[in-house]
């Protein structure tokens, strides 16, 4: 596995009687980007916020970049970057403002500021805004002068929680670019979301996080590959046959067909690829007309179902702390 930056072991954290963290272990190599994935309330910032010293652990131990986040919590700080879910830049200041402030208060001199200023914000795509004030700047570029001033001061090991919540395709897919870029200097990114295919486009591992326990970690590909062989999508020309379809579909493959939020569409794992084309003669004897299918890799979505009996957005509340 090579160098730790993160290595946990039986992380616990309550709030009354809610037990947001219940024993989490992970061991994050150093380098790349580490995905913990969860719904709203699964836990995720209160573990993030344990590894980034803003909370104490209840139990559980946990060392960041070889330091114990209780004991040398400094070291810690000293070396790490924090973006939470909400801008924390000062809005009434303009972009560069904001980060000439922070360099100057990070041991920068005045030139040595400005240059690191305008570096950041050119890398960033925000220099033609950076004379107007921040709270005119748009989500995106919110999100964007958030990440820079994270990056200052290059760190070590950045935590993003749940950087693109609330954001646009367009400005979702600048925040991805900003990733690799810190990936390609070095910086190891663990990365909170509840978006599975932000998770999927973008960590070499991945956590998933459910009621304050891990259940399942490996790659994208290994996670999918715990499915089973891969699933079956169908898409019906009448909506007003996809129940008898699902049934059919059940009957053959031996396994429950899922509707899709699409009304003409169903999905079911497989695990015998053979059973296929069965199912698909059957669906024509039953004068079923089946417009589209397609054999595929199961998507994250219905890996977390399978895992944790749930959708990754059944869980509304916010992450308590």
Not at 139 to 168: H, N, Q, S, W, Y
């Amino acid at each position: 596995m090579g160098k730790l930056a993160i290595e946990t072991r039986g992380l616990k954290k309550s709030f009354g009687k809610t037990h947001a963290v219940s024993g989490v272990d992970l061991a994050v190599s150093a380098g790349g980007v580490y995905g913990v994935l969860g719904p709203n309330g699964a836990g995720k910032t209160t573990t993030i916020r344990m590894l980034a010293t803003l909370l104490h652990p209840d139990a559980g131990e946990a060392r960041v970049l070889g330091y114990d986040v209780v004991r040398d919590a400094r070291a810690v700080q000293s070396r790490v970057s924090l973006t939470g879910q909400f801008a924390s830049v000062d809005e009434d200041l303009t972009g560069v403002e904001n980060l000439l402030l922070l360099a100057r208060l990070l041991g920068y001199s005045r030139p040595q500021a400005r240059r690191r200023a305008g570096d950041l914000l050119d890398a960033f795509g925000l220099a033609e805004a950076a004379d107007r004030q921040v709270k005119k700047y748009s989500g995106g570029m919110r999100r964007r002068i958030d990440i820079a001033a994270c990056l200052v001061v290059t760190p070590e090991l950045i935590f993003l929680d749940e950087p693109t919540t609330g954001l646009d395709p367009r400005s979702r897919n600048q925040v991805w670019e900003i990733v690799r870029g810190m990936v390609a200097e070095g910086t190891t990114v663990l990365l909170t979301t509840q978006y599975l295919d932000e998770a999927d486009q973008l960590a070499d591992r991945i956590a998933v996080i459910d009621h304050g326990k891990v259940i399942a970690e490996g790659s994208s590909s290994q996670l999918k590959a715990s499915f089973g062989a891969g699933s079956l999508h169908v898409r019906l020309r009448a909506p007003e046959q996809r129940a008898e379809a699902e049934r059919v579909l059940a009957g053959v493959l031996e396994v429950p067909a899922e509707p899709s939020t699409d009304p003409v569409a169903l999905s079911a794992r497989i695990s015998d690829p053979e059973r296929v084309a069965r199912a698909l003669a059957e669906l024509s004897r039953s004068g079923i007309d089946a417009t589209e299918f397609a054999l595929g890799q199961p998507s994250l979505d219905e890996v977390f179902l399978t895992l944790t009996g749930h959708a990754a957005e059944e869980t509304p509340e916010e992450d308590a702390a």
